[in-house]
């Protein structure tokens, strides 16, 4: 054997050492993993929890004292977020006369953290319109089920929405999108997520150095277009240091998936958007897009807004958001 022959080997050697040591090591650290159980915690006066389709979902319901309600809203957060998105929000609707429910996204918020949920906008739409039913049967609300829904979803909630009136028109009174991301961000980790060994590296990385304090400032710092403050710091990162956050984020990383824009366009209910002037996370042109396929969408552009207005400029988003129901009542 030639010294070129036996170097090469040596190297070959040396790889495969690497590989296979890269695809044990990840196994010798622990993941925290969620129980599955009943939750206990509950984080609002109004929380309550429901199993649907196997999964916890935490959602808060609120029904005004008028006896003859104006409507009624679902409010869906964005990745990342729960309902404290929708703190200054909610009781100004309430007061508006407004039943409102608000809810926490599978593996977000306080919902549980299946490892193996479809996290597809087509899955979440099928979920919520799920939960919804057993609201109109079974609820303070099942006097009023035969109105509609008006859908109102954040961000990527904004995809979950528009999923859902696609899914179930006639039960939706109108759609709202709060700097609504209905396209897809496909990057090369949705495809290396599927090898298990990178996906417990994932896992890792996420519950040891992306969940924390640190990392959850700057994020945001740019969602909030402004320095974020302690309590809203916490709001946000409380529910994602919850057992499984990790895993269920993985998992989310490897299942989702937006419907077309092309689909979306075929919706014929009335229609809002609303963003943040100076978002750089769902830029305000991405309004422009989604209104190349839905023409008749009316735009509101919040002044000195980033990408949460409804926490950050939460006067304007709501004088927004309920001229438009107002206006489109059914």
Known sequence: MTKKKSYLISALLFVA???FSSCLLPYAFTVSQSEGSHPTIKPYAESQYMLVDGVWIHYRSLVPLDPHPQGKVLLVHGLGGSTYSFDRMIDVLKKEGYIIVAVDLPGFGYSGRPEKFDHSQTSRAKLLWSLLSDLDRNSSISEFSAM?????GH???????????VADPYRSASLTLIAGALEDRQSILNTLVNFPPFARWTQIYLERSLLTEERVTKILEEAYGRVPTSKEVSAYLVPLEISGTARSLTNFA????SIPLSVVGTLDIPVSGIWGELDTIVPLEKSRVIGKYLPHMRLYVIG?????????????TNFALIEFLSENQR
């Open 254 to 257: 490897k299942t989702s998936e």
């Open 155 to 165: 961000s990527m909630g904004g995809g979950t929405v528009a999923a859902m009136a």
């Open 17 to 19: 050492f690497l590989f």
């Open 304 to 316: 000195g807004s980033a990408h949460i207005p409804m926490e950050t400029h939460p006067e304007k």
């Open 148 to 152: 509609p829904w008006h859908l109102v």
